[in-house]
């Protein structure tokens, strides 16, 4: 009778993708709303108040924040990367076109 053999184990992947457009493109919404610091604030127990920071920030640079978008969807209709429909994703964050 032969020896049996151990079943395969199976390694988890040791490397991943990144976007380079959608991590851009998270990375520049994230200064663009401030949302380093109003996160900040709100972790430091006032919530209305980050909140209120990120609204008046949104408010204050959504020429930017609108511009951004639109070069984000002309580099992936122009890199073909579309088919996800994805702009950008920032943690459970996700901007769709």
Do not use: C, H, W, Y
């Amino acid at each position: 009778m032969a020896a049996r053999r151990k079943a395969p184990r199976r390694r988890p992947r040791r490397s991943f993708n990144v976007s380079a457009i959608e991590a851009g493109t998270a990375l520049s919404l994230a200064q663009s709303t401030g949302f380093a610091k109003a996160l900040q604030t709100a972790l430091d127990g006032n919530i209305a108040q980050g909140v209120n920071d990120m609204s008046r920030t949104v408010l204050a640079n959504k020429s930017k924040i609108i511009g951004t978008l639109g070069a984000a969807a002309v580099a992936k209709v122009a890199s073909k990367g579309f088919a996800s429909g994805t702009l950008a994703k920032l943690g459970p964050l996700r901007v769709k076109l």
